[in-house]
């Protein structure tokens, strides 16, 4: 059965802090890893990997997937409160299996 | 440029009855996907729809059932709810059955009572 794991489950910060979410996969006719931030309600879209040892960066934000150990990180580094969200990965083609996300919570 | 719509944006239902929720795919999209996400949990994929035809189905009962209308969009019917459909359901839509390029709607947020 397909299925994706992520650790922690919550996260309880500091402004300023560097967080890394981590993400394991095993999902039949794989084809991408993708991560999303839901604040409300609406998951937006973060990255998308497909390659693997490839960083991709978007602001403070990076993500890498390793498909020899099936293992995605995003790091979010210099944390702010804005960054409060529950953060999901999924994995698959044209169906996505999450996993329950992690939620992180960025104190002042 | 309009994103994913979905309507209602909140409903009440009691068990037994049957629902339709609705979405209209973001311009330019011809992919509608459907989602179940369950009060702590990640969104569960319940199927998808391209040129009208559902492509894919995940692990839901035949009690859920869609259907796609030529301008694309789409819609999810729920038939004898029970109290265990309270969730959110979201709505996705790509351009062709590829994951590339997932919108994702505000979602419906349906209470089963």
């Known amino acids: 059965e397909d299925k994706v794991v992520q650790s922690p489950l919550s996260l309880v910060v500091h402004e300023g802090d560097t967080v890394t979410l981590n993400c394991s996969y095993e999902?039949?006719?794989?084809?991408?890893l993708l991560w999303y931030k839901q604040e409300k309600k609406a998951p937006t879209f973060l990255f998308m990997l497909?390659?693997?040892?490839i960083e991709k960066k978007s602001g403070r934000l990076s993500s890498i997937l390793d498909k020899k150990e099936l293992f995605s990180i995003l790091n979010i580094t210099a944390t702010q409160t804005g960054d409060s969200a529950i953060y999901l990965c999924a994995g698959g083609s044209e169906k996505l299996v999450f996993g329950k996300g992690t939620k992180l919570t960025v104190n002042p | 440029d309009a994103g994913v719509t979905q309507s209602p944006t909140h409903l009440i239902k009691t068990r037994g009855q049957q629902v339709t929720l609705r979405c209209s795919p973001k311009s330019g999209h011809d992919t509608v996907s459907w989602y179940q996400q369950a009060l702590g949990q990640g969104p569960q994929f319940i199927f998808q729809y391209y040129e009208e035809e559902e492509r894919q189905r995940g692990n839901f009962p035949d009690r859920f059932s869609g259907h796609q209308f030529p301008n694309y969009s789409s819609e999810l019917n729920v038939n004898a709810l029970l109290l265990g459909d309270s969730a959110l359901y979201l709505c996705?839509?790509?351009?062709?059955?590829?994951?590339?390029?997932?919108?994702f709607g505000s979602g419906t947020r349906l209470t089963v009572v």
């Open positions: 999902v039949t006719n794989f084809r991408s």
């Open positions: 497909t390659s693997s040892g």
């Open positions: 996705a839509s790509s351009y062709g059955s590829a994951n590339y390029g997932y919108t």
